[in-house]
């Protein structure tokens, strides 16, 4: 299986540019999507196919890469973005995510 | 809109079986495929498989094959999924999930999650 590998953590404070950075032990080409997680909640798409946002998505989440790095940039970062943040990747099979990285801020 | 309403909580013992649904809206239910994805706080989100929502045909990650059965009712637009065999492992919340429109494999919508939780 393909292994994504993610910080477990950040902490950032609010107006700061931050990236969250997802490794695919093999390529994916660009198929690799962003997901956002709040406490209690379904995850939600954020960015698909390493740089396309998803509708309704701010402006402020970008993302970048191909074949085994990936980005996911917020920038600013706001309050609200405190959240845990998975990348998944759909290249191969079986689809595979992320541990995921906990977004604090300070 | 899209809307993907998962069954409430379940408590089962181990070696039961539990059946959870995901009852879609808003959007022709056979177009589709539904995929489930378990949740756990040590293995984190793991892609249980999917199904075709028009034909019934399954596609299962091997690691999920044996526990996991999907099916659908295509009158009630709505899938299931099945798990036997029940040990504290399968624990876990368990969502159900819907692609964009095209052949693709990223969620864009999701269900609300359902809680499994096997315990004697």
């Known amino acids: 299986d393909t292994v994504l590998t993610q910080s477990p953590a950040l902490a950032v404070s609010p107006g700061e540019r931050v990236s969250i950075s997802c490794r695919a032990s093999e390529g994916v080409n660009s198929y690799m999507h962003w997901y956002q997680q709040k406490p209690g909640q379904q995850p939600k798409l954020l960015i698909y196919k390493a740089s396309n946002l998803a509708s309704g998505v701010p402006a402020r989440f970008s993302g970048s890469g191909s074949g085994t790095d990936f980005t996911l940039t917020i920038d600013p970062v706001e309050a609200d973005d405190t959240a845990t943040y998975f990348c998944q990747q759909s290249w191969n099979d079986p689809r595979t995510f992320g541990g995921g990285t906990k977004l604090e801020l300070k | 809109q899209v809307q993907l309403q998962q069954s409430g909580a379940e408590l089962a013992k181990p070696g039961s079986s539990v059946k959870i649904s995901c009852k879609a809206s808003?959007?022709?239910?056979?177009?589709?495929?539904i995929s489930w994805i378990k949740q756990t706080t040590g293995q984190g989100l793991e892609y249980i498989g999917y199904i075709n929502t028009g034909s019934g045909g399954t596609n299962y990650n091997e690691k999920f094959k044996g526990k996991a059965t999907l099916t659908v009712d295509k009158s009630s637009s709505t899938a299931f999924m099945q798990l036997s065999s029940l040990t504290p492992d399968d624990s876990a919340v368990y969502y159900c999930a819907r692609r964009l429109p095209g052949y693709n494999f990223w969620f864009a919508y999701w269900g609300q999650g359902t809680l499994v939780t096997v315990s004697s």
């Open positions: 808003g959007y022709t239910f056979t177009s589709y495929y």
